[in-house]
């Protein structure tokens, strides 16, 4: 008895601590996980401003993206950061992803008036004052008529360069001044097909 | 047959006593100095731009060496006086311990490393024979070589620890220059003193202890783990200082010294303590393998298994492979050549297991890191401003875990999006440490798995009660 008084000890704490460990969550810590991408997010309330919007509409649309390419939205994200180059495939499925988030947000009446958000647009354009205040005499249900703001979303993503804006992340003046510019095209596509009989 | 005393009046009691003192001292120091540099090696890491694998040859050098030449300086010492030996081995080591000091680069450091090693297997084995011989008997002489050689074990790393913070880690080498020195006036005192006992070491009638030697080497390279793999995990995992380290791997030599007062009415031999050690130490290392957190208060209970583990088996079955057999020297040469083989086993079996798994580690805590970021209250020009620098931080420490903090340093964001970005930060660190403490997980499991395999030669000791 006496030869195996010790590692009966041994063992009870061994068993001991082990057990205070596991109990504790031990062999769980590990980091986060990231989510199926293919399961959608809860979206919180956007704010009727661009940089929020924008940024949501990159966010859902990374998932959905992500979701086609059957990879997680955190590893999309870092090929993308560590490339800067997307291949045609990938590009599609970007594109694609951002216009499921506008559809989704628009399903969900989320997405803001076009006339909400134009006041911050015009204040960030680089337009002359007088096409400043014409555009600002337009009554906002005009603007919101000619402009709904899921389809000019969705023309905006068909004009963006996905890898030119890639490629201007880290200037932020390259990259409103591409935005504006994919934002333009589309505003003025949208107005020319609503205004063909 | 013993080894006979030469027939000189008996020393006054007090030169014995600093004899015994200085003897145990250096026997310590030479034995820490096996895992000594390994709060250091972080610090080693940066200064020579090398890898965790190369660094980790400072510590296989040495180790190496003592396991290949231990054997054969115990011969040498057996053969001639080991006083002589034991001086000769003590001006080596000094020497290569000031090479070691002013080592200009990782090469250098590691073949100085390497003689350190020849010199002190010389120290180690002879100053068995001259402990006995100052202790006027041979059990207490060898229950002491042993102790000092498991004090030395357990403390080294906390002492390197110490000294890296306090100064640098060339401080480790500089302070057992005059320890190894000073050592030389008691051994050159005790010339003579042992007369070879007439057995030629070729010819031994006793052979080597294959059981407790071969458990002495699975548990040295199971302790390995636990001192190597848990220092690097709170330096370079956790970003511990090598002084917060070195204060909490206090917890291993602390119940290492406590075992023996602790379970002194339950010891029951030799085969009933080496069992306790080995199933102490593997329970030890998988609760390390198992943290909850990455808080050290979460290291103290397995560190204190581990630490009685290691007071109750390693000294035993030391004291088993040396119990009369002669010549003392040799067999003490084979339980240091065992206990450094198998450190050397350990660190080069979980060396590329954990630098392997933290390689691994990376896309994870990189995916952990994007997701915290992606999803933070922050605005989106923030999070591109900050994804940019964190990027630049993981690229710069590639290989390593990265430091994030610079990245959040000079982020300029406005008031009331600073606790948002505070709260990132904190997530962040986070992430890292879980990623740092999961890669090491296997490494532990591992050393856990060798500590088990310890309790087969164990288990076949025949068992005899402590004297």
């Known amino acids: 008895m006496r030869r195996i008084a010790l590692p009966l000890i041994a063992v009870v704490l061994v068993a001991a601590v082990l057990g205070v460990q596991v109990a504790a969550g031990g062999g769980h810590y590990a980091p986060l996980r990231p989510a199926d991408p293919c399961t959608p997010r809860p979206v919180p309330p956007i704010p009727a401003q661009l940089e929020p919007l924008a940024e949501r509409i990159v966010l859902v649309g990374l998932d959905s993206a992500a979701c086609r390419l059957g990879i997680s939205r955190e590893r999309l994200v870092l090929a993308v950061a560590e490339t800067r180059t997307l291949s045609p495939q990938t590009t599609a499925a970007v594109k694609a992803g951002l216009r499921d988030a506008v559809d989704r947000l628009g399903r969900e009446g989320r997405l803001p008036k076009v006339s909400q958000l134009l006041p911050e647009a015009l204040d960030q354009a680089n337009l002359p004052g007088i096409v400043k205040t014409i555009i600002e005499a337009i009554p906002d249900s005009l603007v919101d008529k000619l402009l709904p703001s899921g389809p000019l979303l969705r023309r905006t993503i068909d004009e963006l360069d996905i890898n030119r804006l890639l490629h201007e992340l880290n200037d932020p003046r390259q990259l409103n001044s591409a935005l504006q510019s994919a934002i333009l095209q589309a505003v003025l596509r949208q107005i020319l097909d609503r205004l063909r009989p | ?467």
Do not use: Y
């Open chain 2, 1 to 467: 047959m013993t080894a006979d005393r030469g027939a000189h009046p008996a020393s006054p009691l007090r030169s014995r006593t600093g004899a015994v003192a200085v003897l145990s001292l250096v026997v310590a120091v030479v034995l820490g100095d096996s895992g000594v540099v390994t709060l250091a090696l972080p610090e080693i890491l940066r200064e020579f731009g090398a890898g965790v694998g190369e660094v980790a040859w400072v510590l296989i050098a040495f180790n190496l060496v003592l396991a290949l030449v231990a054997v054969p300086a115990a011969r040498l010492c057996v053969r001639g006086d080991p006083s002589v030996a034991t001086a000769g081995g003590l001006i080596g080591f000094a020497a290569a311990t000031s090479v070691c000091a002013a080592a200009p680069s990782l090469g250098v450091l590691i073949a100085a490393r390497a003689a350190q090693a020849a010199g002190g297997a010389l120290v180690i084995v002879g100053s068995l024979e001259l402990l006995v011989e100052a202790t006027d008997a041979e059990r207490a002489g060898a229950r002491r070589w042993a102790a000092a050689g498991v004090a030395g074990a357990a403390l080294g790393p906390v002492v390197g620890g110490v000294l890296t913070s306090a100064f640098s880690w060339r401080a480790i080498f500089v302070v057992q220059i005059p320890i190894g020195l000073l050592a030389l006036p008691a051994v050159i005192a005790l010339r003579g003193r042992v007369v070879p006992n007439g057995v030629d070491p070729d010819m031994s009638p006793d052979r080597p202890h294959v059981l407790a030697n071969l458990a002495l080497a699975l548990l040295s390279a199971a302790l390995t783990a636990a001192l190597f793999l848990l220092v690097l995990m709170l330096v370079d995992g956790w970003r511990h200082s090598p002084a917060v380290a070195a204060a909490a791997v206090t917890a291993v030599p602390v119940a290492a010294l406590a075992a023996g007062p602790v379970f002194r009415g339950v010891r029951a031999g030799t085969r009933s303590e080496a069992v306790a050690g080995s199933v102490l130490i593997a329970g030890g290392l998988t609760g390390l393998a198992l943290l909850p957190g990455a808080e050290l208060v979460w290291t103290v209970a397995p560190q204190v298994l581990i630490g009685l583990g290691l007071g109750l088996s390693v000294d035993s079955l030391t004291a088993a492979a040396l119990r009369d057999r002669i010549p003392r020297a040799l067999h003490g040469g084979w339980t240091i050549a065992a206990r450094h083989a198998g450190v050397v086993f350990g660190l080069a079996i979980l060396t590329p297991v954990f630098t392997a798994d933290l390689h691994h580690a990376e896309t994870p805590a990189k995916e952990a890191i994007a997701g915290l970021v992606l999803d933070a209250p922050l605005p989106a020009s923030t999070k591109l401003e900050l994804a940019e620098r964190l990027g630049r931080r993981l690229v710069a420490e590639r290989g390593r875990v990265p430091d994030l903090r610079p990245a959040f340093t000079t982020l300029r964001v406005p008031a009331t999006q600073a606790p948002a970005a505070a709260h990132l930060e904190r997530g962040l660190e986070d992430q890292l440490k879980r990623a740092a403490t999961r890669a090491f997980r296997n490494a532990f499991l591992v050393a856990a798995v060798l500590a088990l395999l310890a309790l087969g030669p164990a288990l076949a000791l025949r068992d005899r009660s402590r004297s």
